[in-house]
Structures are given as structure tokens and as C-alpha cells.
């Protein structure tokens, strides 16, 4: 259930109306693997394991809060969208949703492509071996420094956002003696009921170049006639966190008509479209994602239909899955510290992470779901508010929850579907040490973005 965004004051504790929150559900043990990993059991003796790991053991040795990421989930999930769309069509991971050399060498052995949106995130593709051809460079605002980086780099495609950033990239492209591919990044006015922040396609945003007013057109116009550019396609991403397909249907049959008026303007047929991501995952049990072979089959069927009815041959088509793949694989681990009830209200459960490690809550509302891990309990539920350790009200990393009456100070709780945009997001307020990433599998487990520490603060201060 969505809510609507309000600035931070005196109705942030608000109580909600008597009824608005769903009944607990009937075990508070029991963990929907619609949100956990593949691997994630409860033991007989109650304590929640990962990859064959019982969250204490991990606790003790990597210390909390902490991101543990299921690395068989991660390439399962590579696997079924690689194997869902076939070899006529590209799947780019979307790198912003969380990014690491041990990531990227893990698409590259699973065969995906990676789609970048900054320097940084470049380099962290080209350090750990990702070939150049298979990256896509986004962004809205490319510096030079950027564009000439993969240009020399040789990626596989820039997606142009600006009628700036055509001729830049052209000027970059020329200069080092090289015809650069690209896509026009289009924004097709469609609503993607989503939260305004993450909404990307209607045209009072920031990104891409609008359909409406012929803008789209005029940039495929500039951009056939430089020689430091060879324009392959369109593109275009309508939002995030998207579980209505009909959105992408108004966006491909825009798309394909802009096509059309290629072909019909130019004479040549585009040979690529990519209808972006933003597709949804279960972060509570009332959330009903696609699998990607629903999501597959939607899409080609709605690109051949519209091709066919516009004459035109099928483009290849790419996807952008970045949270569809590794949001769900990973969960926060977090240690109890307070419990304070509100009589009458609700009880306030103190956790030692926080915005820092997961600030999606306080930007967009998100919703997650939270357990007790350490232990099974019999208690009954108790209507709780999972917060941080952060000097904010609003730093809250679970709204509202059922947890069991008897959770208390030294307890683990894990909130799962957080393999996207947290550890991604995360930063260092209040001086807090951004957590690790901690990849499990087979009954091992290893650092891959280590705990920041101390001296890593105060080395960056420079006093």
C-alpha cells in the first residue's frame, strides 16, 4: 500500500487509522520465500540460515548491521532472465542497483551485460574484467571525463540523454578516431504508478529526450548526420518498481512508432530498441511480482505485434533487470538494542544500522517486511516500528511490522529484499561505518565490499 510523501515534523508518529494495518500473520516464524533468497531455511532449532550459515555464526564473525548476499540466488536469477529473453535478445544488469568487482565477475560467467551510469561504476566494470562491448553507459549528465573513458574503453553502447550530450559524445568520438554506437534515450509520457521519484518516462522529469513536440525525432535527426556516431536504437525506461505491464505496451508501441518515422523520414530501419527496467519484487507478502519468463513473453509480444502492425522487422531487444536480480538475493542483519513500547500505540524497536545502510524508507515510503532470526518465538505479535540509531525521526528502516512481544536487546532481526539500492545508497551519517557485503554460499562466506572503518573516515579528512 502506498503513501503519500510529507516533510519531516510533527506528524511523523502519527498513528494511523484503527484497522489500516493488515492481521499478523498466523506464524511469525514462518518466512515467505516470495521475499527471502532461495537459500534462507529456519533450523530445528530455530535460528534462520543462509547458503547452509546460521545467522549467529555470521553475526559473530562479521559483525552487524550487515549485508548477506545469496550468491546462488544472484546467479539463478542471472540465469532465468539470460534464459527467459534467449540469444535474440540482451539482458543489461543495472548496475546502480548495487555493484562490485565480485558482481560483475559473476555476470560476466553468467553471460549478462552490465548497463553503467557513472565513472566510478565504470571502472569498478572494466577492473574486474567485464568486457567493454558488453557495457552500456547511461546518465543525464556525462562529463567529458566520462564519455571519453568509454569511448577509449570501447563499451558496447551510449545511451544519449541531451542534444548536448549528442554532439559531446560525437566531438569525443571523433577526436579518438572512433564511430561510438549509441541509443537516443526517449521519454514516452507514460505514468508508471509509481512513486514520483522513481517514475521516469512522463515528461516533466530529468532524463531522456521527449516524444511529444517531435524533440525525439529532431535528435535522431542530429545524431544520423555525425560520423562519430553510429545510432542504433531507441530507448526507453518508464519507472521503477513496476508490476502493471501495460505500461510498457504504451511505451513499446510509442517506441515502434518513432521507428516508423524513422524508416519513413530516413529510409533505414533501427535495429535495436531496449524498454529499459524497473520491474518489481516482493518486498512484503502482499507484493506479486512477474517471473522473467511472464515478463519475457509480455514484451516480445507486445514488440512483434506492434512491429508487425507498423511493417517494420523486429528490433533486438534489451532489458535493464538490476533490482529484479539482486534485490531479493540479500538481507540486512541487524542486532536489537532498546525496545521501548508506547502504550497504547506501538513499540519502538532500536536496531544498530539505519538510514545509513538502508534510507529507502525515509526516501520513497518503502516497505519491508522483518523477522526475528536469532531464535524462534511463541509470544504473540506485537505491532511494532523497526528504527535505526540515527539522530532523525525519520529514520526508520521497517514502518510498521509484527514482531513477537518477548524481542529484546541482543536479539537478530534480518530484513529481507535488500540486495538493491541500500548498500548502494548508503552513507556515512552521523559518522557510521557503511556495513559489508558478505557473499554466502555453500557453506561458506566471504567479505566482498569489506566493513568501512575508523581510519577510513579520518583518512578522508584532511583536517
Not at 518508464?238 to 508501441?253: K, L, T
Amino acid at each position: 500500500m502506498s503513501r503519500s510523501a510529507h516533510p519531516a515534523g510533527p506528524r511523523y508518529a502519527d498513528v494511523l487509522p484503527e484497522g489500516h494495518y493488515a492481521a499478523p500473520p498466523a506464524d511469525l516464524n514462518t518466512l515467505d520465500p516470495r521475499v527471502w533468497s532461495r537459500t534462507v531455511r529456519r533450523n530445528a532449532d530455530g535460528v534462520v540460515t543462509v547458503g547452509g550459515l546460521d545467522v549467529g555464526a555470521l553475526a559473530e564473525e562479521f559483525g552487524t548491521p550487515a549485508y548477506f548476499l545469496d550468491e546462488d540466488d544472484f546467479r539463478a536469477r542471472c540465469r532465468a532472465w539470460k534464459d527467459a529473453f534467449g540469444p535474440g535478445a540482451d539482458v543489461f544488469y543495472a548496475g546502480k542497483a548495487f555493484l562490485s568487482r565480485a558482481v560483475v565477475r559473476w555476470l560476466a560467467e553468467e553471460g549478462l551485460n552490465l548497463d553503467v551510469c557513472s565513472g566510478g561504476e565504470l571502472a569498478t566494470a572494466l577492473s574486474a574484467g567485464m568486457p567493454a562491448e558488453r557495457i552500456a553507459l547511461h546518465g543525464n549528465n556525462k562529463s567529458t571525463e566520462e564519455i571519453t573513458r568509454a569511448v577509449e574503453a570501447g563499451v558496447g553502447r551510449i545511451v544519449l540523454d541531451s542534444f548536448q550530450e549528442i554532439v559531446r559524445v560525437a566531438h569525443i568520438a571523433e577526436r579518438l578516431g572512433k564511430r561510438q554506437r549509441v541509443q537516443i534515450r526517449v521519454t514516452v509520457g507514460v505514468e508508471a504508478h509509481t512513486h514520483e521519484f522513481i517514475a521516469t518516462a512522463h515528461e516533466d522529469q530529468k532524463f531522456g529526450i521527449a516524444l511529444a513536440g517531435g524533440q525525439a525525432a529532431e535528435a535522431v535527426r542530429r545524431a544520423l548526420k555525425l560520423d562519430g556516431l553510429e545510432l542504433t536504437g531507441i530507448h526507453s525506461h518508464i519507472g521503477s518498481q513496476i508490476f502493471d505491464m501495460a505500461g510498457f505496451e504504451v511505451s513499446a508501441r510509442r517506441v515502434v512508432q518513432l521507428l516508423t518515422e524513422v524508416r519513413d523520414e530516413h529510409g533505414i530501419e533501427l535495429p535495436e530498441i531496449d524498454l529499459g527496467g524497473g520491474l518489481g519484487i516482493a518486498y512484503t507478502s502482499d507484493d506479486d511480482p512477474r517471473e522473467p519468463h511472464e515478463i519475457a513473453a509480455s514484451l516480445g509480444d507486445i514488440v512483434t505485434r506492434e512491429c508487425a502492425a507498423a511493417g517494420l522487422a523486429v528490433p533486438r531487444l534489451s532489458v535493464e533487470p538490476g533490482r529484479a536480480i539482486v534485490g531479493p538475493t540479500a538481507f540486512t542483519l541487524y542486532e536489537v538494542g532498546t525496545v521501548k513500547e508506547l502504550t497504547g500505540l506501538r513499540t519502538y524497536v532500536s536496531v544498530d544500522g539505519g538510514m545509513s545502510d538502508n534510507i529507502r524508507t525515509a526516501l520513497y515510503d518503502a516497505e519491508y517486511s522483518v523477522a526475528l532470526v536469532s531464535r524462534s518465538s511463541d509470544a504473540e505479535p506485537m505491532l511494532s516500528r523497526v528504527v535505526g540509531k540515527h539522530c532523525e525521526s525519520g529514520d526508520i528502516v521497517v514502518r510498521d511490522a509484527f514482531l513477537p512481544a518477548d524481542v529484546a536487546p541482543g536479539d537478530l532481526l534480518a530484513v529481507p529484499a535488500t540486495g538493491a539500492y541500500c548498500r548502494s545508497m548508503a552513507s556515512n551519517y552521523n559518522h557510521a561505518l557503511r556495513p559489508p557485503v558478505v557473499a554466502v554460499a555453500d557453506g561458506a562466506a566471504r567479505v566482498i565490499v569489506r566493513r568501512e572503518t575508523e581510519e577510513d573516515l579520518l583518512r578522508l579528512d584532511v583536517g
